[in-house]
């Protein structure tokens, strides 16, 4: 795990806009619409339904004084166990690193059908890629895992632990599918922990309903439904949510998700250009 911990520092391009008012503060999604973030994204089109079958991309944006840009992608994929008792939750997640070297995590999870998505047994992939694309076989880690009466049972190569979580907890990306899933009326906060990227435990987190905005995506205006994400060990996260309960906008601190169809296509294009997050901004 620590391993995982490890190989997941994040890098973008020096950024040359020092004067930029949003540089060093959390992002929002006004401050997202001002670097241009929202202009020129692929839109999912149409039904969505939070409960059934479904697959959504999200480019990953990192602003600070030492990067801006599009620094990677998100995905998840989704899909309800035919017995109606659990849904597996694919996840793909690539973020830039030094020197154009890229993280790439895969997880494969099966998680309850209960409101928090909550992992029972997960396969995780963590790699680092070269500039090349050729994967960097010493920087490779795969585990297994299985949650029975409160303990996690992992497999990592040949070594075997345990460790104890609470009754209620879920992970970073089951969020992503929790709060699509939440009603925008008489929404009752949910209370668990937090095992972020199925690793790192944190303990006292709350995931409830906030209040609604208007949102330029794409040149098109539509109003968004806010949740809050708050607790130990992370920066605060804001969910913002379409009329149909896709996840359209997440931020938190200098960190921000993007919903875009074309994210994957646009971050693997970025990297055969030989870009990084941020190059070609103007100071």
Not at 45 to 66: M, R
Not at 184 to 196: C, T
Not at 247 to 255: F, H
């Amino acid at each position: 795990m620590k391993a995982r911990e490890k190989n997941a520092k994040s890098y973008g391009a020096r950024s040359k806009t020092a004067q930029d008012s949003t540089l060093g503060r959390p992002l929002t999604v006004d401050a997202l619409r001002e670097l241009g973030a929202l202009s020129n994204i692929g839109l999912p089109g149409g039904p969505f339904d939070p409960n059934g079958a479904w697959e959504q991309t999200w480019q990953i944006w990192l602003v600070s004084f030492s990067w801006k840009g599009m620094a990677g992608y998100l995905s998840l994929k989704r899909a309800p166990a035919q017995n109606g008792e659990a849904i597996v939750l694919n996840v793909e997640m690539a973020v830039m690193q030094t020197a154009r070297s890229v993280h790439v995590t895969r997880a494969d999870t099966l998680c309850a059908a209960d409101p928090l998505a909550s992992p029972r047994s997960w396969r995780i992939e963590s790699e680092i890629r070269s500039p090349d694309g050729k994967a960097i076989e010493v920087a490779r880690v795969e585990e297994k895992a299985e949650v029975k009466d409160g303990v996690i049972e992992v497999a990592a190569g040949q070594k075997t632990f345990t460790r104890k979580v609470p009754k209620t907890f879920t992970s970073n990306w089951s969020v992503f599918d929790a709060v699509q899933r939440l009603p925008f009326a008489n929404s009752k906060p949910l209370e668990f922990a937090l095992l972020e990227d199925l690793d790192l435990l944190k303990e006292g987190h709350r995931l409830s309903r906030w209040k609604d905005r208007a949102a330029v995506l794409s040149g098109k205006e539509i109003a968004v439904h806010g949740f809050q994400h708050i607790g130990a060990g992370i920066l605060p996260y804001q969910y913002w949510l379409d009329e149909q309960h896709r996840l359209v906008v997440a931020l938190s601190g200098i960190r921000a998700y993007i919903v875009d169809a074309d994210a994957k296509n646009r971050f693997d294009q970025s990297l055969r250009q030989g870009s990084q997050p941020g190059k070609g901004t103007k100071a």
